[in-house]
């Protein structure tokens, strides 16, 4: 790693700060930024605690033209007030709302596969490490497909070969499992012990579907309380205990990826049909009842329900959970980002908690590059863009009631792959065509800013803007566990911006926010 001094205008003020730029960077001409390159020479890694230092500022900067969280301090005597700054901020730090639960991203097919391509099992280590380590982005959730899901190679259930197996006699785990999960995950376990594993379901074997396929539109067959509806929660409780052999337990479920998308005609890949009354008669039913027999009723296991798009996230919740026996068995709602970055969408986050304020929300899935009209569909390398829409709708969410923010793949090829129906995206980091080197996206570090900061326990507290606009600014504002005041923010706009601080210490500062770039900034009360 080399170091160097760098000069950071501070409100009026100039000052030196040291700081560490560790990135080994490599420039494409089509994107607008840069990504870090990971071999077995070199590979950066992230800051390492303590984040906070006494009586001064932290602050870690990533942006498009340079830095990738690097950081810096500040002296709280060098701290200076621009009474004409662009933005005046009061925080409230006895005013506080939800908990954090934390941050991750998916053990799919495709990322073990893309992880066993590379050449070293150093390199593979690494990129765990740079996932879930302490000098990584120190991923505390992990989402894991049961069975196939649409970045598999392959579509596969876990009992495929004899219908109607309604003992589940032949549930197996699928050499997939032991390939590509199961021993990236136990990496994990060992760079963190308290990762929070989240199961989620794409399609049940196909004879226990309407359509007998495991792609597009279909439901279960016969109705709540029938032995096809009593299998299917069964087949995913030996899921979990098939799991459990394999010293691996999980801490949420949530019964069905994206449930709407098995009720539309021509859908492409993995899913099955759940509407939020099929849903609600399920859980009341089948699967709550069979979960609690098993021994993972609440007080085990998190039950989260819908697992799909904002747009539709409170009329679902509110289909469940207005049923008081549905909703005994309910921990929380799982929500998906692709429904857009609009104030009405978000909103929706509100109604749920503003409904339902005993469940907890967590967004379970995003990722860039999905949508296959765009010309920049799957993977763009050094895209800075994706960075600011990553943390802007982490804060988003964070800012209506979400507990954590979890990433779709943790690693992806050269197309954003593989996917068995040709649905490329982006990933933070996506492993080179030869399997010789691995490269952290801009994404990677966005999301890294909040959490490497906000620990399980951090409190949201309340933030008012007293003067100016924020537009194309967003931000966040937190207490950790240890008493850090932690704020991130993300400036879109091409020209600096000057915030105010009010209430963050004894008096007022003023710090100045550059062009396109993401900041988290620490200061312990």
């Known amino acids: 790693m080399f170091t160097k001094i760098v000069t950071f205008i501070l409100s009026l003020n100039l000052i030196f700060i040291s700081g560490s730029f560790g990135c080994q960077l490599k420039k494409y001409q089509e994107t607008d930024s840069f990504v870090c390159v990971c071999n077995k020479e070199y590979c950066d890694s992230l800051p390492v605690e303590p984040y906070s230092s006494p009586k001064s500022l932290t602050i870690f900067t990533s942006d498009k033209s340079y830095y990738r969280l690097t950081k810096s301090f500040v002296p709280e005597s060098d701290l200076k007030l621009n009474q004409s ?156 205990e098939s799991y459990k052999e394999n010293s691996i337990e999980f801490w949420g479920l949530t019964p069905q990826n994206e449930p709407l998308t098995g009720l539309m005609p021509y859908y492409s890949f993995n899913t099955m049909g759940f509407s939020s009354y099929m849903m609600r008669d399920f859980i009341k039913k089948d699967l709550g009842p069979a979960l609690k027999a098993a021994g ?57 908690h503003d409904a339902f304020p005993q469940y907890f929300l967590l967004s379970t899935e995003a990722c860039e590059g999905w949508i296959r009209s765009d010309p920049d569909a799957g993977v763009t390398l ?40 040709k649905n490329y995206v982006d990933a933070p980091i996506i492993v080179s065509d030869d399997g010789s080197e691995y490269y ?48 991130v923010v993300v400036n879109t706009n091409k020209e600096s911006v000057q915030i105010t601080f009010n209430g963050a210490g004894p008096s007022k500062f003023t710090l100045e926010f550059g062009p396109n770039s993401i900041k988290t900034i620490i200061k312990p009360l």
């Open 85 to 240: 700054s662009d933005i005046k901020v009061t925080l409230n730090v006895y005013d506080r709302f939800q908990s954090i639960i934390g941050f991750g991203g998916a053990f799919t097919d495709a990322s073990g596969i893309n992880i066993n391509r590379l050449t070293s099992d150093a390199l593979k280590d690494r990129l765990i490490a740079d996932y879930f380590g302490k000098d990584g982005a120190e991923y505390n959730i992990g989402r894991v497909p049961i069975g196939g899901a649409d970045f598999s190679d392959r579509i596969y259930s876990y009992d495929d070969d004899v219908e109607d197996d309604f003992e589940l006699k032949h549930f197996a785990l699928a050499a997939d499992d032991y390939d590509y999960k199961i021993n990236y995950i136990k990496k994990a376990q060992q760079l963190n012990s308290n990762i929070k594993l989240l199961a989620t379901p794409w399609a049940p074997p196909k004879w226990l579907k309407t359509s007998n396929k495991s792609e597009g539109l279909g439901i279960l067959k016969g109705e709540p309380g029938s032995i096809y509806w009593k299998t299917y929660a069964n087949y995913l409780i030996k899921f979990l």
């Open 382 to 421: 050094g895209n800075w863009t994706r960075a600011e829409t990553y943390a802007s709708d982490v804060i988003e969410g964070l800012n209506r009631w979400s507990t954590g923010w979890v990433d779709w793949n943790l690693a992806l090829n050269m197309e954003g792959g593989p996917n068995w129906v």
């Open 440 to 487: 952290k996206q801009p994404m990677y570090y966005s999301l890294a800013h909040f959490s490497k900061f906000l620990k399980p326990g951090s409190q949201r507290i309340h933030h008012r803007i007293d003067k100016g606009r924020m537009d194309g600014v967003k931000m966040t504002t937190f207490v950790t566990p240890t008493n850090d005041l932690v704020i």
């Open 296 to 352: 993972y009723g609440l007080d085990k296991l998190e039950l989260l329900l819908y697992d799909h798009n904002t747009d539709e996230v409170y009329s679902f919740a509110r289909g469940v959970l207005s049923d008081k026996d549905a909703a005994s068995y309910v921990s929380g709602v799982a929500y998906h980002w692709y429904a857009g970055p609009y104030k009405y969408v978000y909103d929706n986050l509100n109604k749920v």
